[in-house]
């Protein structure tokens, strides 16, 4: 059997831990409010955690967007001559950069 990958490992579990923490912190289950302590704590670790949403988002989005590109062939062929396929990584990076911008938006705006 073929072991997952650390990605979509560390996608789903943390995955999991934003959801528990989304009704944690939802302010109609007023957990927070109800805490002698460590509220502001709680807040902190659900607002790291929720950027797993955001990176497994960008990453599919990527993958979706991207679906005839294959990174192993670019970083391959950048180990032989780095010119075209550094070229082509730097674009991709581009392109996650502006899809990060979307997500950013999209979230901002609710």
Do not use: Q
């Amino acid at each position: 059997m073929k072991h997952p990958r650390f990605r979509h490992t560390y996608m789903l579990i943390g995955g999991i831990l934003v959801v528990i923490l989304y009704i944690l912190t939802d302010p109609n289950t007023g957990f927070i409010e109800d805490l002698p302590f460590g509220a502001s704590t709680i807040i902190l670790i659900s607002t790291l955690l929720k950027s797993i949403w955001y990176i497994g988002m960008l990453h599919m989005s990527r993958r979706a967007l991207l679906d005839y590109l294959d990174l192993k062939t670019l970083i391959a062929r950048a180990e032989e001559s780095p010119e075209g396929s550094g070229y082509a990584i730097i674009g991709v990076g581009l392109i996650m950069i502006a899809i990060s911008i979307c997500i950013t938006a999209a979230v901002m705006s609710n």
